[in-house]
């Protein structure tokens, strides 16, 4: 139980790089001498010190660190990337006694560092709270062993399962979800490095696409719009975060606003999961519109689904997604239930 207890603790300090850590893990890291904790730290920014590293430096007395245990929630590189190996560190430091929660998968670690540090003579305990440090960086897996981003969906529906009605008299948006559900959202949208919509929900709501109720980084936005027939004027098109086109015919890129080619007659999903992941973009949430979520839905591209259920009826309007799927877990947020579901059939 004591190996968990502070692996737990390095699973605490890895989630404070959620949406910022991009292309890189999130890790954390606790350096343990007789059952006190004297070094802890987590990855901050790729191309910043690792965890390891800032677990190692805030250490006072470096005279106990071969007496001390390291627990990392992942495996110390054993590569030069952006910044030394990890593994390398740690052997310089004389540490002998590391725990690792799981394995890297990533090809160019994958089983080296921890060969790296026996090779060395350190005891290298794996598998601790494995599944939990596996979870955190389900984006970072996903990438690496599927080849496509991680891929959340998102949107909101009625009391009677609608998520649009059919005919506006006004061109603001329509909320469904209250002004707490909405905030969330845009958390979320600061976790992620991309978020995707269809032509139709740009058209219908003009939507910024931007984490401007949380302070976060914007993601990527992506927009799918066949016959480019959304008004320059539009607030996609406002420049002031990079934005990719997706359609059916050529036209040269403008500022940070990239229009990219692709095949309708062929599956769009599949396609636009191989561009993100030529882009190296990790994860993407999908907020709309029904169109767009049921296109990933039937593709059996996503992973996660964050569905907030509204107080409000419409009769009738456009149906909200068909998702054959049972929520793993439901919660109040303010006057809306939110859903969650896990794609179990991939």
């Not at 390095?10 to 904790?37: D, E, F, R, S, W």
């Not at 590569?79 to 799981?102: E, M, Q, R, W, Y």
């Amino acid at each position: 139980m004591e190996h968990e207890k502070y692996m737990q603790r390095c699973l605490q300090l890895a989630q404070n790089g959620l949406g910022t850590t991009y292309p890189n893990p999130m890790v954390g890291c606790v350096i343990v001498h007789k059952q006190t904790i004297i070094g802890e730290g987590w990855h901050y920014i790729a191309g910043m010190p690792h965890a390891e590293v800032n677990a190692i430096s805030c250490v006072k007395n470096q005279q106990i660190l071969p007496q001390s245990t390291l627990y990392v929630t992942l495996e110390p590189c054993s590569h030069f990337g952006k910044t030394p190996p990890c593994a390398d560190l740690i052997i310089s430091k004389n540490i002998k006694n590391i725990v690792v929660g799981t394995k890297d998968t990533f090809c160019e670690v994958s089983g080296k560092g921890i060969e790296k540090l026996r090779n060395a003579g350190c005891k290298v305990e794996v598998g601790i709270l494995e599944e939990q440090c596996r979870k955190i960086n389900k984006r970072f897996f996903t990438f690496h062993n599927k080849n496509r981003p991680y891929i959340i969906l998102k949107w909101a529906e009625t009391a009677d399962g609608f998520i649009a009605p059919t005919v506006r008299d006004t061109k603001n948006p329509i909320w469904i979800s209250g002004s707490l559900s909405q905030q969330i959202t845009h958390k979320w949208r600061s976790e992620e490095q991309a978020i995707l919509v269809g032509k139709n929900t740009i058209l219908d709501d003009n939507p910024a696409l931007t984490t401007r109720h949380w302070a976060g980084k914007n993601p990527l936005r992506l927009v799918i719009d066949a016959d480019l027939e959304i008004p320059l004027s539009f607030s996609v098109f406002d420049a002031k975060t990079p934005t990719v086109i997706f359609s059916s015919k050529e036209k040269k890129s403008v500022d940070n606003i990239d229009f990219h080619r692709i095949d309708f007659h062929q599956s769009v999903p599949k396609q636009i999961c191989e561009y993100l992941f030529e882009q190296k973009i990790q994860s993407v949430i999908i907020e709309g519109g029904a169109f767009t979520l049921q296109q990933f839905i039937d593709a059996n591209l996503w992973d996660e689904a964050r569905v907030f259920i509204g107080k409000s009826i419409f009769e009738k309007g456009i149906k909200a997604p068909m998702l054959l799927a049972v929520p793993q877990k439901k919660e109040a947020i303010g006057d809306d239930l939110l859903l969650w579901f896990e794609n179990q059939k991939i």
